[in-house]
């Protein structure tokens, strides 16, 4: 059983920063592929950035090109989203996923940027 626990959400201004984490529970964290989800009121869920293995590989959604980096640490059992130059579209509960035999989500946590 995979458990993904995310954190560092809260409440930003505009122009402001975060950064995410995602712990995870698994025997095997270094095969998981992980990736962030977010889902703003009234949308739909989308892919905002993944990563592989190894963090050699990344992708992120357009809208947060330049401004969002993934990153995880092995070690650790740990993937981040630093988060900068926040807008208020990016006002979302913001989800830790971990992709390996099955497809396992974390709760959320809230991000509203907001002045």
């Known amino acids: 059983q995979v458990q993904l626990v995310e954190s560092g959400g809260g409440l930003v201004q505009p122009g402001g920063s975060l950064r995410l984490s995602c712990a995870v529970s698994a025997f095997r964290f270094s095969v998981l592929a992980m990736s962030w989800h977010r889902q703003a009121p009234g949308k739909e869920r989308e892919l905002v950035a993944a990563?592989?293995?190894?963090?050699?590989?990344?992708n992120y959604v357009d809208s947060v090109k330049g401004r969002f980096t993934i990153s995880r640490d092995n070690a650790k059992n740990t993937v981040y989203l630093q988060m900068n130059s926040l807008q208020p579209e990016d006002t979302a509960v913001y989800y830790c996923v971990a992709h390996g035999q099955y497809i396992y989500w974390g709760r959320g946590t809230q991000v509203t940027v907001s002045s």
């Open positions: 990563i592989d293995t190894t963090g050699g590989n990344t």
